[in-house]
């Protein structure tokens, strides 16, 4: 059976995600979201090109066309005014690309071609979620590692299994000019816990 507790390195990443995500999201209402101007601090907006958040591509813009079915990137929105990568408790992403006719209809709108982005901030206790699953019901799937949750990257990431209380937030997300991939609107839903 597998060991889903949480590594120590996910519970540090899990407390500065709770702490810092806790007292951010409290004051965006007070901030970039009230007076319209946009932060480093605020969540994804359309607009925001994507980047590769860690390995070997980091830093550099997402392209659609190198996405692989089966295989998760993690990425992070810059803000467009800035140049600067916004918070990644807030705007980290996970993107997967799906099999051909693996969207259902609550994602298509979302979605750029088979791809698709979700926060990657889980919704049980902030772990990171951001990996696909490799077997049983978690295969193909998103999950989190800390306690096991489950989410659907075909149906608007709908919890399939495990604690978490609710679907990943959504990044409506589209392919530029270039093939890069951009955010079209603000995330849908609430991020994290
Ligand atoms: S934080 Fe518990 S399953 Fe993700």
Avoid at 132 to 138: E, K, M, N, V, Y
Avoid at 144 to 161: E, K, W
Wanted: glycine share 12%; net charge positive; aromatic share 2%.
């Amino acid at each position: 059976m597998t060991d889903t507790r949480p590594t120590r390195r996910q519970v540090l990443k899990l407390g500065a995600a709770t702490g810092a995500a806790a007292g951010t999201l409290a004051v965006l209402g007070q901030t970039g979201a009230q007076t319209g101007t946009s932060t480093a601090a605020d969540p994804a907006r359309a607009g925001d090109l994507l980047i590769h958040q860690d390995g070997p591509n980091k830093g550099k813009a997402v392209k659609a066309a190198e996405l692989k079915v089966g295989v998760a990137v993690w990425a992070i929105a810059v803000d467009p005014a800035t140049k600067k990568p916004r918070d990644p408790l807030k705007s980290g992403v996970v993107l997967v690309k799906l099999a051909s006719g693996k969207i259902k209809a609550s994602s298509k709108p979302n979605a750029a071609g088979d791809v698709v982005a979700y926060s990657a901030i889980c919704t049980h206790q902030g772990c990171p979620a951001k990996e696909l699953g490799s077997l049983g019901q978690g295969k193909g799937n998103i999950i989190c590692t800390c306690h096991g949750s489950i989410f659907d990257p075909g149906d608007n990431a709908t919890v399939l299994g495990g604690p978490a209380p609710r679907r990943l937030a959504a990044l409506p997300i589209k392919a530029d000019a270039s093939g890069q991939l951009v955010a079209k609107a603000a995330f849908i839903g609430k991020i994290g816990t």
